[in-house]
């Protein structure tokens, strides 16, 4: 499976961006999509993921309320809609997919696409 990100860029304090992710190769229906995030000098962190075959989602507290993930499987691709945007969530995010063992750590995702720049400007 190959994981392509696209979407990112340069959007003032309080805009919105929307991440696509299209993935080539089958998604196991037992699997999760989701994304990542990195900034200069931190760890990845989890940002979201949805279930491919429910429509189950999880968040951490930095971004419940402001982002939200959905799934497409008839394209299969995975989008990250994120409003409210604030200059903290300016990162390298990344698309990921892999079982659904334990969806908030990185060691849980298989494939990782290449990552695509966020920047939020305050």
């Known amino acids: 499976v190959q994981l392509q990100a696209s979407g990112g860029g340069l959007v003032q304090a309080g805009g919105s961006l929307r991440l696509s992710c299209a993935a080539s190769?089958?998604?196991?229906?037992?699997?999760?999509m989701g994304w990542f995030r990195q900034a200069p000098g931190k760890e990845r962190e989890f940002v979201a993921a949805?279930?491919?075959?429910?429509?189950?989602?999880f968040y951490p507290d930095s971004v419940k309320g402001r982002f939200t993930t959905s799934k497409d499987k008839a394209k299969n691709t995975v989008d990250l809609l994120m409003n409210s945007l604030k200059p903290e969530d300016t990162a390298v995010y990344y698309c990921v997919a892999g079982p659904s063992r334990d969806v908030y750590r990185t060691t849980n995702y298989v494939y990782w696409g290449q990552g695509t720049q966020v920047t939020v400007s305050s």
């Open positions: 949805i279930r491919w075959s429910s429509s189950s989602t």
């Open positions: 190769g089958r998604i196991l229906s037992s699997w999760v």
